[in-house]
């Protein structure tokens, strides 16, 4: 069975940082990228990062670029959250697409930064 298992979350002040963890499990997590979504209430989800399986390379959402850092080992992926702002606010989801298989969500962390 896949599953994805997100950590991590809380509340932060503005320019704070948290550090996100997805454990996965039931899937060789060798083979196949992870990304970071959010999504932030009245608003739909968005990607915010991924990393490759390959060569480890990344993407970013263009808001998060500088603040964000994502990485991965040992069938976890991490997200590094630095100088946090208010609207970073949001449900955090880590997400893997097994090709031919299906997308699995894990049930997502809660960040909350205030101002």
């Known amino acids: 069975e896949v599953q994805l298992v997100e950590s991590g979350g809380g509340l932060v002040q503005a320019g704070g940082s948290l550090r996100l963890s997805c454990s996965a499990s039931?899937?060789?997590?060798?083979?196949?990228?992870i990304g970071w979504f959010r999504q932030a209430p009245g608003k739909e989800r968005e990607g915010v990062s991924a990393?490759?399986?390959?060569?480890?390379s990344t993407v970013y959402k263009d808001s998060v670029k500088g603040r964000f850092t994502i990485s991965r080992e040992n069938n976890k992926v991490y997200l590094q959250m630095n100088s946090l702002k208010p609207e970073d606010t949001a449900v955090y989801f880590c997400n893997v697409d097994l090709y031919g298989v299906g997308s699995y969500w894990g049930q997502g962390t809660q960040v909350t930064v205030s101002s």
């Open positions: 039931g899937f060789i997590f060798d083979d196949y990228a």
């Open positions: 990393i490759s399986n390959s060569d480890g």
